[in-house]
């Protein structure tokens, strides 16, 4: 270990590739898919009535521990068909304000403001990156706030049961935001299946993907009725084709999806394991560095949905180098780190053009964890973690390479 830098022209730790994501696995489309897609194109029915997309649904909704799923397009609309089921939104009068962390993708805010929710932006807990409880709490508008909308980012489950006490004190609904969360657990119990609604996303970067795609879970059939209105061109889900009891949109899907992610999912929980057991490792390897804060997991995780392997940098402990020039290295030398969200959302270009347009649909409270979070985040991708033990090797000494290197003289 040690020696000169790859960025410095030295030789990196590691010349392989890494796995590609989505697993092309050629025995599963031998094994299944390619039947299943051929008779979808030969069977004349892509779309509706929907039968695979319907049984994939009941098949995700089994797998979370809720009595009802709705296959989606997308996390985005998953997001706006959970709200609009939870909070009973018609889409035109104003829905009360919507909770969210600072530390998320746009979609957990754009999803309520086009619901005609207003948002209001509040810390996390540093440790997890998710929504702090008592940061909700602090924020409450008792006139206008109506639900909290965790995210359960980078596959670790926000505290979900410090935010139902928040909730049950006050009156709020809570949509989980799981698009980054497939298969992780809050004292075994999946996400998805602990707010009044989840929203999961199936996009190519996702742990269980189909290109695009999404998905609604929940327990409550009016809550369920109301996401498939929405969905389905206000439609009830036991309607024929035509009565339309409210208004909806078409964020139908095709039959192709389903064929995918129902092939998928079966592999979904082994790898959420292997990405569990990696991360473990790399936990207690990359804790002996100087400067590295791994991941921390809450002690209700009983499962992770590892999405990402976040670690927090400390440049202070590698000779004053900035996280990117550590990012940077770390990549030359093999590994391909990023650094996550540049910036807390309420403060990148179209929240804060939002609010300066309109000022009564967007509040930010004071986020330092969220500032620094951003600053400081180095962090790897769940197609990393499937791994095998070398891998994770390379990870840790190509880490452990770039400090003496820039703590030398
Ligand atoms: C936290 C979060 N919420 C929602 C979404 C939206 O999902 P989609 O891209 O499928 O619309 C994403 C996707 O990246 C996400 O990371």
Same mark, same amino acid.
């Given at each position: 270990?040690?020696?000169?830098?790859?960025?410095?022209? *030295?030789?990196?730790?590691?010349? %392989?590739?890494?796995?590609?994501?989505?697993? =092309? %696995? #050629?025995?599963?489309?031998?094994?299944?898919?390619?039947?299943?897609?051929?008779?979808?194109?030969?069977?004349?029915?892509?779309?509706?009535?929907?039968?695979?997309?319907?049984?994939?649904?009941?098949?995700?909704?089994?797998?979370?521990?809720?009595? !009802?799923?709705?296959?989606?397009? !997308?996390?985005?609309? =998953?997001?706006?068909?959970?709200?609009? @089921?939870?909070?009973?939104?018609?889409?035109?009068?104003? *829905? @009360?304000?919507?909770?969210?962390?600072?530390?998320?993708?746009?979609?957990?805010?754009?999803?309520?403001?086009?619901?005609?929710?207003?948002?209001?932006?509040?810390?996390?807990?540093?440790?997890? %990156?998710?929504?702090?409880?008592? #940061?909700?709490e602090d924020a409450i508008d008792p006139g206008r706030t109506v639900a909290i909308l965790p995210v359960h980012v980078g596959g670790h489950p926000a505290d979900m049961t410090s935010l139902q006490g928040v909730a049950d004190r006050h009156g709020l609904k809570i949509i989980e935001d799981c698009a980054q969360a497939h298969g992780a657990e809050i004292d075994g119990r999946k996400v998805g299946s602990v707010g009044d609604a989840g929203a999961f996303s199936f996009q190519s970067s996702k742990n269980l993907t189909s290109g695009e795609g999404g998905m609604v879970t929940t327990d409550d059939r009016e809550t369920w009725a109301r996401a498939v209105a929405f969905k389905d061109c206000g439609r009830h889900p036991t309607?024929? #084709?035509?009565? !339309?009891?409210?208004?909806?949109?078409?964020?139908?899907? =095709?039959?192709?999806?389903?064929?995918?992610?129902?092939?998928r999912l079966e592999t979904l929980e082994a790898e959420t394991v292997r990405r569990n057991e990696n991360a473990a490792y790399l936990r207690e390897q990359l804790g002996t560095v100087p400067g590295i804060t791994p991941p921390h997991v809450a002690p209700y995780v009983t499962m992770h949905g590892y999405h990402h392997f976040m670690v927090l940098y400390d440049s202070d402990a590698f000779g004053g180098r900035s996280r990117d020039a550590f990012a940077a290295a770390v990549r030359a030398e093999g590994i391909p780190v990023g650094s996550g969200y540049t910036a807390p959302l309420s403060d990148t270009a179209p929240l804060r053009h939002l609010a300066e347009a309109h000022p009564s649909l967007v509040r930010r409270l004071p986020c330092p964890n969220a500032e620094s979070v951003v600053d400081r985040s180095v962090r790897l991708t769940h197609a990393h973690l499937l791994g095998n033990q070398d891998d994770m090797d390379d990870i840790v000494e190509a880490v452990v390479k770039v400090r003496p290197a820039f703590t030398a003289g």
């Open positions: 270990m040690g020696g000169k830098l790859a960025i410095d022209g *030295g030789t990196p730790v590691r010349t %392989r590739g890494w796995p590609e994501w989505p697993e =092309s %696995r #050629a025995e599963a489309w031998d094994q299944g898919i390619s039947a299943e897609l051929r008779e979808v194109f030969l069977g004349g029915v892509e779309g509706s009535p929907a039968t695979r997309a319907n049984a994939f649904a009941t098949q995700f909704a089994d797998y979370c521990g809720v009595a !009802h799923g709705e296959m989606m397009p !997308h996390g985005t609309d =998953s997001l706006m068909a959970a709200l609009t @089921g939870v909070l009973d939104l018609d889409g035109f009068r104003d *829905g @009360g304000e919507v909770i969210v962390p600072n530390y998320t993708f746009v979609a957990t805010a754009s999803a309520a403001l086009d619901r005609r929710c207003s948002v209001a932006f509040v810390d996390i807990d540093p440790r997890t %990156r998710t929504i702090d409880p008592a #940061a909700v309607g024929e #084709a035509w009565p !339309h009891p409210r208004i909806g949109g078409n964020f139908r899907t =095709s039959e192709y999806l389903a064929v995918l992610l129902s092939a």
